[in-house]
């Protein structure tokens, strides 16, 4: 399946299309730059297979909500209406694609101690509130850091990491339940069960 398994807290046979998913961007939606931030939708690159992968997993979950830390924006380098360009441009390109996302969430704080930044729940608290539905039983993170696991703990869900930018990652790990290499090929054990 290309995966890594930390402790399997869940089974992917479990999911269905009651479940909440929650998906951190840079580093697993799409390429994230090395200590920077990507700042137009022509820094934005689609890691391969992603949109396909998108395709699957919107037909898999009920809700589907992206959550991300967007700092440049606190430290006063891009603006608001540069991140709502490069959402709305990537959610044309995956909705193309045939995958969608539901909403966006995002903390543009450029200090840890704001309640809305992970790894702090608050972006899992606001989904609950737009998305009555949300049950954290059946909701997971897919995220590349350790703050995107911290944030699915802290906020009662399970969590899924993907190792695009940190392979050298120690698995298994008590705050990771399953490991990937990538979006995709977590879409694709989805399929396999």
């Keep these: 399946m290309g995966c890594f398994i930390g402790w399997q807290m869940f089974d992917l046979k479990a999911i269905d299309n009651t479940w909440t998913l929650f998906l951190d961007r840079d580093g697993v939606i799409n390429h994230e730059k090395h200590q920077d931030y990507v700042y137009n939708y022509d820094e934005f690159i689609f890691y391969d297979g992603v949109p396909e992968a998108m395709k699957i997993l919107a037909q898999r979950f009920d809700t589907i909500v992206l959550t991300t830390n967007q700092r440049g924006i606190g430290r006063g380098l891009m603006t608001e209406a540069d991140l709502e360009n490069i959402h709305q441009r ?13 909403k966006i969430y995002y903390c543009t704080a450029a200090t ?82």
């Design 90 to 102: 990537m959610l044309r390109d995956l909705n193309a694609a045939g995958g969608r996302i539901d």
């Design 112 to 193: 840890n101690d704001d309640p809305r930044r992970k790894p702090n729940p608050g972006m899992i608290r606001d989904a609950q509130a737009d998305y009555p539905q949300i049950d954290l039983a059946k909701s997971l993170i897919v995220g590349n850091n350790m703050s995107d696991m911290e944030f699915g703990r802290n906020g009662g869900i399970h969590t899924v990491f993907v190792t695009t930018t940190h392979p050298e990652q120690v698995l298994p790990h008590p705050a990771i339940d399953m490991a990937f290499h990538s979006l995709p090929d977590f879409a694709k054990a989805l399929q396999l069960v």
